[in-house]
């Protein structure tokens, strides 16, 4: 059954992801991309005339977004999952202990310090590391933190930062990186190309694959600190491995993509009225699904009007009502 749902949710992620190749301001048939793609194989033949477009469209524009998609959407999904069962709370999200708040802070920085693209992703990869390095810190996790210091934390170093992203955005050029500032933070998948993405990706999937390995030690801390212990699970550790690799993917997404919300916390809820709450099938099925879910609003971002709508904007205006909805239904209990 298991191994079903999750095959059933990855053939739906790869009919989206061919929909998402075939759909834009420039369509192509799904004979064109399936042509093109078993060409690049060695499998089939093209004409000379075509390939220059197909390989422009496909392989320089479409691909790369299609891949940021698929990792930013699985990344927050999959690390959403990990802290709802982390934190035993339903309204959590990745940007909990500041991670989102610190990897703006670093973009902001990067874009007003730097000019070269690299420079302003590794400061949004250190930024997001920091802010949970110091909620960790504030939390005093070493000496073994509870559940409510590492909130505590979070909200002080997430707070922290996002005042400083305010100062930054004060003293700006405003007319070259205040607007730059405003629309990276915005979140979008126009800056995605095949080198950070390939990049980017084998660290993601690293993280990921860890967060589904930790599923059922996941399950058993799910029943409180007391009860883990007694069945023999390190906590401390387990624990601190969950929030180090869910802050790592959670970090790279903005390198990718800017802020993203609501995705990290719609996602887990749908997929656990879908299988339920074991994370041994929830965490997989949240990453395919959160990975679908951003290729379809992205299309929806690029297609629904003559302009490309910021994807963070999408996802927000989706995520609100559903937020309300989970507001309406933690009052009867967590499913």
């Known amino acids: 059954m298991k191994a079903a749902t999750i095959g059933l949710f990855l053939v739906t992620l790869t009919v989206a992801a061919l929909a998402s190749l075939c759909l834009g301001k ?5 004979h064109e991309v399936t042509g093109y793609l078993l060409y690049q194989a060695g499998a089939g033949t093209m004409a000379p005339d ?11 524009i479409r691909l790369p977004r299609i891949a940021t998609a698929i990792l930013v959407g699985s990344a927050l999904s999959a690390s959403g999952a990990t802290y709802q069962a982390l934190f035993v709370n339903p309204l959590v999200s990745p940007g909990l202990l500041g991670v989102l708040a610190g990897a703006s802070f670093g973009s902001a920085l990067g874009l ?8 302003i992703q590794v400061a949004t990869f250190l930024g997001g590391v920091t802010a ?12 073994n933190a509870n559940v409510t210091m590492l909130l505590l934390g979070g909200i002080v170093s997430g707070a922290l930062f996002t005042s400083l992203v305010s100062v930054i955005k004060y003293l700006a050029d405003p007319y070259n990186q205040l607007p730059a500032i405003t629309y990276w933070l915005m979140g979008n998948l126009a800056m995605a190309d095949r080198t950070t993405a390939f990049a980017t990706g084998i660290p993601i999937g690293a993280g ?20 883990a212990r007694s069945l023999g699970i390190d906590v401390q550790r387990v624990r601190m491995t969950a929030i180090v690799c869910a ?3 959670s ?4 390198v990718l993509a800017g802020i993203i919300g609501w995705v990290g916390m719609i996602i887990p809820h749908i997929a656990r009225m879908i299988v339920g709450p074991d994370n041994e099938t929830l965490i ?12 379809m609003v992205d299309n929806i971002s690029r297609l629904l009007f003559s302009f490309e709508l910021p994807i963070g904007i999408a996802t927000a205006v989706v995520g609100i009502p559903f937020f309300m909805a989970v507001l309406k239904r933690t009052r009867k209990g967590w499913y």
């Open 26 to 30: 420039y369509p192509l048939s799904l």
């Open 247 to 249: 802050t790592l993917v």
């Open 284 to 295: 997989p099925v949240a990453a395919l699904l959160g990975a679908t879910y951003l290729l």
């Open 208 to 227: 990921v694959l860890v967060l589904m390995l930790l599923s059922r030690p996941l399950n058993v801390l799910s029943m409180g600190d007391d009860e």
């Open 251 to 254: 970090a790279l997404t903005v």
């Open 132 to 143: 949970v390095a110091l909620a960790l810190f504030l939390a005093g996790a070493q000496r």
């Open 112 to 119: 007003v310090l730097f000019k070269g693209w690299f420079a």
């Open 50 to 60: 075509r390939l220059p477009i197909l390989r422009n469209i496909i392989l320089e």
